[in-house]
């Protein structure tokens, strides 16, 4: 397993543009999540693919955020017109077992809205 | 919602010293709960889980937590840190999500220091 990648690592744009994060699974993995986390908080949970369906939203991912898996390899995360308020490190994680209880990370994207 | 609380936000210690972090989770039925690890630049590593049997679990690096039902409580111990154990630690719990998936609920994590 060469482990879940994240691209790009680090990613400062400006208020109002749009930015398009990629996630890379482990190969095999079935089961994708995308999560965010805060400075002081831990990762909270966005939203959840099984193969190409995104089957579950959390209420965190608003109009702007949109989230695709067209192959069920890897995942995009788009977040468009962004606010300060987007700033973040947004994880990618995947899972292969039945219960996919055991999630395998990435390194993360981080994002600074100025 | 299920939900997990760490108290504990920061905890210095010095080399040899014993560790235990506090995690509580909300819910009252069956949980399957873990400890997850963020080294200093690294993406976050699982360092053990709890599904059900023993309710001491062993994890890798020495750690391990016990699972008491009747306080709700999920706490990670290591009788004796090293230096390399400063990290920040997640307490977590899953929630099962539609078409088997699930999504983990962190709590808010503790940033251990270990000083030599």
């Known amino acids: 397993d060469t482990g879940v990648s994240q691209d790009p690592r680090h990613k400062i744009t400006k208020r109002g543009q749009n930015v398009t994060f990629r996630c890379d699974p482990i190969s095999e993995h079935n089961r994708l999540y995308w999560y965010r986390q805060t400075l002081g908080q831990g990762p909270e949970f966005l939203t959840y693919f099984q193969n190409e369906a995104q089957l579950e939203k959390s209420r965190l991912l608003s109009d702007r955020f949109s989230a695709e898996r067209p192959k069920g390899s890897f995942s995009t995360l788009e977040i468009q017109r962004t606010e300060q308020g987007d700033s973040a490190m947004y994880l990618c994680?995947?899972?292969?077992?039945?219960?996919?209880?055991?999630?395998?990370f990435g390194p993360g994207t981080r994002l600074t809205v100025t | 919602a299920q939900s997990v609380s760490q108290h504990n936000h920061h905890v210095i210690l010095s080399e040899a010293a014993s560790l235990e972090l506090g995690c509580n989770y909300s819910?009252?039925?069956?949980?399957?709960l873990f400890w997850y690890v963020q080294y200093p630049g690294q993406h976050l590593q699982l360092l053990l889980k709890y599904f059900s049997g023993d309710p001491l679990v062993k994890g890798i690096k020495g750690f391990e937590a016990e699972f008491i039902k009747s306080k709700f409580s999920f706490n990670l111990r290591k009788p004796s840190v090293q230096w390399s154990d400063t990290a920040e630690y997640f307490c977590?719990?899953?929630?099962?999500?539609?078409?088997?998936?699930?999504?983990?609920?962190f709590g808010t994590g503790t940033q251990l220091k270990v000083e030599l």
């Open positions: 819910y009252g039925g069956t949980v399957n």
């Open positions: 994680a995947s899972s292969r077992d039945p219960q996919g209880t055991e999630q395998y």
């Open positions: 977590a719990v899953i929630t099962i999500l539609t078409g088997g998936g699930n999504k983990l609920t």
